[in-house]
């Protein structure tokens, strides 16, 4: 069987390159899964691991399993990346047996395996792990109402404030120096030198957008430093469709895809949820009078963030939650730029120039937040004041 990615890949006309097909069967005999196993179907959702529903029957009872192969291009180390979702995901699960029995059972569980570890590596090196199925509740792609923004956001805030008490060690670097934004702008630089693909002449305003707001690049960083900010634990991929919400009542259940997690800081997430969740417009639309922050919806994130972390948050890190939104939309403005500047080499292309055309979407964003930065502070102080 192709896996869901190799799909995606052949659609998207790009070689297929080397495809291996899995026998997801013997892969899932690994597993303590409960019952027969009747149905393996590829899950066509998500653009990181290729996700299968695993249906199993016992005695007429049917149970549901989610089958995930890790992608070990992305995360290099997944042994260390499950000891992570292992801490978490037992965790949480501690902590909801006590405040929220109800809702234990319908929080991201790993399945072991038969020799009892968490994941199982097969012949041709893929990392395989089980989870339990999140059962009547969706994970919506896009944000298209207030309640669904308000839910998102308060899940995230919710995974935080769950995750505030873990005890150490800290959690392991599932990829390192991911939002080390310096760095990025030094890539970014060095990948300009060489000009290898002959395109900087492409994008001399985005370039030089780029040179004259790199002092924004360190200044969260250097706070973290002084120890200004602490470094929390944090989920860093907080799109809507990582919440999983209640099919009948809409409200959160729990928070997926904890690939990522790892120490950061907590006002990255609310940045990342602000660029990807205030504009209606997609990360690649070319008409760019459709991109901008939505201050409307800015407040509904607002709101449903700090009804769960305005406890933990000290107010440093309150009055940077703007900034964050700000400098997270840069960054991923510098990492859009530096691969079309390197010939698209980690983002996907469906077109010509589309790393272009989805760095501009990012600079129009920062240029709508720039224009909006004192309401958003405004409406910051407003609502951690009523919620406090
Ligand atoms: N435990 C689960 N129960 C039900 N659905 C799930 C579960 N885990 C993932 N999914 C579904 O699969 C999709 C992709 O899974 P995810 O872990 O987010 O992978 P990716 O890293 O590829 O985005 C999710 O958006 C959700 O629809
Ligand atoms: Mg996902």
């Known amino acids: 069987m192709y896996s869901p990615a190799d799909r995606a890949r052949s659609l998207s006309g790009k070689p297929l390159g080397t495809i291996v097909k899995h026998d ?3 892969i899932v005999k690994h597993f303590c899964i409960c019952g027969e196993l009747t ?8 653009h990181i691991n290729d996700t299968y529903v695993l249906t199993t029957k016992k005695n007429k009872h049917i149970v549901r399993y989610i089958l995930q192969r890790i992608n070990h291009t992305v995360f290099k180390d997944p042994p260390s990346v499950m000891k992570n979702i292992i801490r978490v995901t037992e965790h949480i699960q501690s902590r909801m047996q006590r405040i929220d029995p109800d809702q234990a059972s319908r929080q991201l569980t790993v399945i072991g395996t038969v020799d009892n570890t968490c994941f199982h ?10 989870y ?6 969706v994970a919506y792609d896009t944000v298209d109402s207030a309640d669904l923004a308000y839910e998102a956001a308060r899940m995230f805030g919710w995974f935080q404030k769950m995750l505030v008490d873990l005890p150490g060690p800290a959690l392991h670097e599932s990829i390192c120096d991911f939002h ?6 030094k890539t970014f630089q060095s990948v300009l030198k060489e000009d290898t693909c002959n395109r900087a002449k492409n994008a001399k305003p985005e370039i030089k957008y780029l040179f004259d707001n790199a002092p924004i690049c360190d200044v969260l960083l250097n706070l973290a430093g002084k120890g200004k900010i602490p470094v929390r634990i944090t989920h860093n991929d907080t799109k809507v469709n990582n919440v999983m919400l209640d099919k009948n009542t809409n409200k959160g259940v729990c928070v997926i895809d904890l690939d990522t997690v790892m120490p950061g800081l907590s006002i990255y997430d609310f940045g990342d949820m602000i660029r990807t969740g205030t504009t209606f417009a997609a990360e690649d639309e070319r008409d760019l ?3 901008a922050m939505n201050l409307p919806m800015f407040e509904v994130f607002v ?9 933990f948050l000290t107010s440093t890190e309150k009055e940077h939650l703007a900034f964050a939104a700000k400098l997270i939309t840069f960054e991923q403005l510098i990492r859009f730029l530096t691969d079309y500047l390197a010939g698209d080499i980690y983002y996907k292309v469906h077109r010509e120039d589309h790393n272009l055309d989805r760095s501009r979407t990012q600079m129009k964003l920062v240029r709508s937040i720039v224009a909006q930065e ?5 409406v910051i102080e407003r609502i951690f004041q009523q919620v406090d």
């Open 121 to 130: 590596k097969d012949a041709d090196g893929s990392f395989w792990r089980v």
């Open 132 to 137: 339990n199925f999140i059962e009547d509740a």
């Open 24 to 26: 997801h069967k013997s």
């Open 289 to 291: 009078s459709k991109v």
């Open 303 to 311: 709101r449903g963030f700090a009804e769960q972390s305005s406890h």
């Open 39 to 46: 149905e393996i179907r590829p899950l066509l959702r998500g």
């Open 180 to 185: 080390n934004t310096p760095k990025r702008f």
């Open 374 to 378: 004192e309401a958003m502070n405004e």
